[in-house]
């Protein structure tokens, strides 16, 4: 009877994991990764967008976590902050992973339970196919050949390696199609890039045409077709450096004119500050402040440093906190070290002050402090220190407390 009982209470709990489930992972058979190239071009062509997923990366690797919990809370710490794998340091996984995390999306670990080590796979290559009654089936890493003999592991199926969900350490950015699989970071300012890239190729060819932006040949008499054609042609091959890659020059006949065509100034076009809020809106966009970027003054550098931190970069390490959280379980707690972040500290004056008024008031203690300002604990400093009135002495203002009872003031003994 316990035993049908426990069957019975088992086959609940699966039913009743997500009624919605099913037709989730029907609507989404499988997750597969979308096409990165023209991202991956924009981060290596386009300076801006380079330069602020550098910065990102660059702050994201400097903080390391702090894993506190159960018993395997110092193998989780070695992983993340000392030795991931035998091969890779811990600023080397991790940089790839965070461009991954910009490029793609997201971000998947491979966690070897023999050797506990963790390894990046290219999230550009798997894919996620869902569960109809948990969330997840498996991973499936897609191999360039599938006669491929460089993997030690082989394939358990025909198109890709099969990854477990227990192998598997997912981090993904907000998708609105798919809650299986990010998106990239990038996909949001797509017609920024495709802007930015036509307008720098404009300003190419318009010094490319000697600084002209086109050309009117113009005559009295009527032209047939033919006799146009044959004057481009002439025109094409006596100019081959004007009009190399460039459009054709119109052609006026009849008597038609046109005012002031080829008298268009490049300054007029106003390309310098186009370019610059294309810019602006990139960085913006990725997460990082544009004066941070361009130039900075002591009146908003340090809020934009703040900003920086507390909306892009910190989010970002929460993300991967939670992901590693969830995944090694056992009453494991993983989060970001902020109290190394020097822009979010505050001026060692203020804190100071902080800190001394909450011991001189009876809250926190001596030691506690110390930890507080980073500096080592002093033995005997582990209690709550009482507050004293040291006001209304009038023997002596050395002396905390009122005047002891039958105590004369200085003057009457003289």
């Not at 008298?263 to 990725?286: H, N, W, Y």
Request: charged share 25%.
């Amino acid at each position: 009877m316990a035993n049908k009982d426990v069957s019975g209470w088992r086959k609940y709990i699966s039913e009743k994991l997500n009624p919605a489930q099913p037709s989730i992972a029907s609507n989404e058979p499988f997750a597969s990764a979308e096409s990165i190239v023209g991202y991956e071009q924009a981060q290596q062509e386009i300076e801006i967008i380079s330069r602020a997923i550098e910065m990102v990366i660059n702050a994201c690797v400097e903080i390391p976590f702090i894993v506190e919990g159960g018993g395997s809370a110092r193998k989780v710490d070695k992983l993340l902050n000392v030795r991931p794998n035998p091969f890779e340091d811990r600023v080397r996984l991790f940089r790839r992973a965070l461009l991954d995390f910009h490029l793609d999306g997201n971000v998947f670990f491979y966690y070897d339970s023999n050797s506990t080590n963790i390894y990046l796979l290219p999230a550009n290559d798997v894919e996620v196919i869902p569960d109809k009654k948990t969330f997840i089936s498996h991973y499936n890493y897609t191999l360039p050949s599938s006669n491929s003999t460089y993997y030690s592991r082989k394939p358990k199926e025909s198109d890709g390696i099969r990854f477990e969900t227990n192998e598997i350490i997912h981090i993904m950015r907000e998708n609105s199609d798919s809650i299986f699989r990010g998106t990239s970071k990038l996909k949001s300012i797509n017609r920024l890039i495709e802007l930015y890239y036509y307008m720098i190729n404009f300003q190419r060819q318009f010094f490319k045409n000697n600084a002209l932006p086109g050309f009117v040949l113009r005559t009295d008499n009527i032209l047939s077709n033919r006799v146009k054609e044959r004057l481009l042609e002439s025109w094409r091959a006596n100019y081959t450096s004007i009009f190399d890659g460039a459009r054709n020059p119109a052609i006026l006949d009849g008597g038609l004119m046109i005012d002031k065509f080829s008298t268009v100034k490049f300054s007029e076009l106003d390309f310098e500050g186009s370019i610059e809020r294309i810019q602006q809106d990139m960085s913006k966009a990725i997460g990082v402040p544009y004066v941070l970027l361009k130039s900075g003054n002591n009146a908003n550098i340090d809020a934009n440093q703040k900003l920086f931190y507390l909306h892009t970069v910190i989010p970002i390490l929460t993300q991967f906190s939670s992901a590693f959280a969830h995944f090694f379980g056992n009453n494991i707690t993983v989060r970001p070290d902020n109290l190394v972040i020097p822009a979010l500290q505050p001026d060692n004056r203020v804190q100071a002050l902080y800190y001394s008024t909450l011991v001189n008031t009876g809250i926190i203690t001596p030691n506690e402090a110390r930890e507080g300002l980073r500096f080592a604990k002093i033995e005997g400093n582990d209690t709550i220190r009482i507050p004293q009135n040291i006001t209304g002495s009038a023997t002596d203002a050395t002396q905390g407390g009122r005047p002891k009872e039958g105590d004369k003031p200085a003057d009457e003994d003289v």
